[in-house]
């Protein structure tokens, strides 16, 4: 994979694939910025290396039509704030080739959201043909979107000599060195609501890691597959053979599943142990005992990775393991003694809402491209940097 520090820049158009897909309120206020803020030293460095910058990205699920409120117009303001350089719009594709060749060394074109047009996300190689006359290198800097084969992430390096951006290399190393070249004991903490959309990571990291901790509705499914009785609790039913099966082939032994529960039943909130949860019972978070049990072997531990919420983390009666869980892992990793990696949306919340984001190792911008570099090892995205020359055109 060629890194851009190698490109040749000075005075060239490069076509930057970043991931500016920020959480915006009804009234266009960004709550999180964070995403703008770790495009920062990329910035700088083309900017100091008189490149011509033309930023590409996506903002929300248009589903391939105009949204106004998904333009990413309205981003202008804070762009312009953090990356102190000049940043000038264009809604109009075609318009766009023309302006690009107008910019001077260090300034930056934003185009409008890619999702807008459907080619996109289907990977068009046309679509992604006429993305590339805008420039002359491109530079792939939006790790959280690698694990989707589209045009401005996969298709787009078939016609343009094509490197891996600051981000997308710090956020490699940073899971290198959680998973291959992870210390020993190693933990998973794996939450959130479905094992179907996590079984292929729990299923890779059950031969890499020493334990897996198990929480949300994930951790449910589990339990049921066992027999215990969880009341109203979401249940993956559908996904109950397959689970069984993997108990039944790679054993529980290395899952670490809540021993207790925060529950709540007609408004009312108590902790039970798993024996003693009842039929009008739903579970919404991990319970003391858990948090205790896991907390020390959290404390034995020398690499942790964390993806998945332990709870109904946006429900405030719901959110304690989780934010127990952040600063117990925080505290070792200050002392020096754990090297953390998180990801995911709730996850970064619950590390951010307490003041944390300082206190791990890495935090990655990702969500699904986290998860499924956990499970494979690669992402199409990543792949179309490494495994083939760059910039010819080709009849596909």
Known sequence: MKMMQNADLKNRRVLL?????????????????????RLIPTIKFLVKHKAKIILISHLGRPAGKMDDKLSLAQLLPTLREHYQAPVVFCADYKEAVNRSQ?????EILLLENLRFHPQEEDNDHAWAESLSELAEVYINDAFACCHRAH???????????????LLLQEELTSLELGLKAAKHPAVAVVGGKKVSSKYEVVQSLINKMDCIMLAGGMANTFLAAQGYDLGKSFVEKEFLPEVNKFLKEMGKDKLLLPLDFT????????????????????????????????????????TLLWNGPLGIYEDVRFSAGSDMIARCIAKQTVKGE??????????????????????????STAGGAFLEWLADGSLPGIDALSVKEHGQKTNV
Request: proline content about 3%; charged content about 20%; glycine content about 10%.
């Open 17 to 37: 694939r970043v991931d500016l897909n920020v959480p915006i309120d009804d009234l266009g206020n960004i709550l999180d910025a964070t995403r703008i803020t």
């Open 102 to 106: 107008e910019l001077s060394a260090g």
């Open 151 to 165: 045009a401005s992430i996969e298709a787009v390096t078939h016609f343009l000599p094509s490197y891996a951006g």
């Open 263 to 302: 529950v709540v039943n007609e408004g009312k909130v108590r902790v039970v142990d798993l024996k003693d949860i009842t039929s009008q019972d739903v579970i919404g978070d991990i319970g003391p005992q858990t948090l205790f049990h896991w907390c020390e072997v959290i404390k034995q531990s020398r």
């Open 338 to 363: 754990l090297y953390s990696l998180a990801g995911g949306g709730d996850v970064i919340a619950a590390i951010e809402k307490n003041g944390l984001a300082d206190s791990f190792s890495y935090i």
